[in-house]
Nanobody, 125 residues
Framework: QVQLVESGGGVVQAGGSLRLSCAAS????????IGWFRQAPGKEREFVSA????????GYADSGKGRFTISRDNAKNTVYLQMNSLKPEDTAVYYC??????????????????WGQGTQVTVSS
């Protein structure tokens, strides 16, 4: 398993940007796809974006397409989520998660076996 720590959350005005980071420890980080999920108060956790271990495949929820960009630096054991043109409805706790797989990625949270503690993103109108 890998251990994950998110950072980069904060308070930003609508239209602003944030870059979230997911730092991982563990020798097998490069064997994991990484996903970002978010959970707003009173709502279920939802998929945001994911990236394969090689960074060759990425995916986004419709809500983030064209605004969010996921990337990873395996040399630094870190995955990033660049979020632009933020909206109040993006307000949530954002979590990164690791899924040990050799190809692709998944949007199903129960496929991920390691989770971070989350970082709060608040977008004011």
């Amino acid at each position: 398993q890998v251990q994950l720590v998110e950072s980069g959350g904060g308070v930003v005005q609508a239209g602003g940007s944030l870059r979230l980071s997911c730092a991982a420890s563990g020798r097998t980080f490069r064997q994991h796809a990484i996903g970002w999920f978010r959970q707003a108060p009173g709502k279920e956790r939802e998929f945001v974006s994911a990236i394969s271990w090689s960074a060759g495949c990425t995916g986004y929820a419709d809500s983030g397409k064209g605004r969010f960009t996921i990337s990873r630096d395996n040399a630094k054991n870190t995955v990033y989520l660049q979020m632009n043109s933020l909206k109040p409805e993006d307000t949530a706790v954002y979590y990164c998660a690791a899924d040990r797989r050799t190809t692709g990625w998944t949007r199903l949270p129960n496929e991920y076996d390691s989770w971070g503690q989350g970082t709060q993103v608040t977008v004011s109108s």
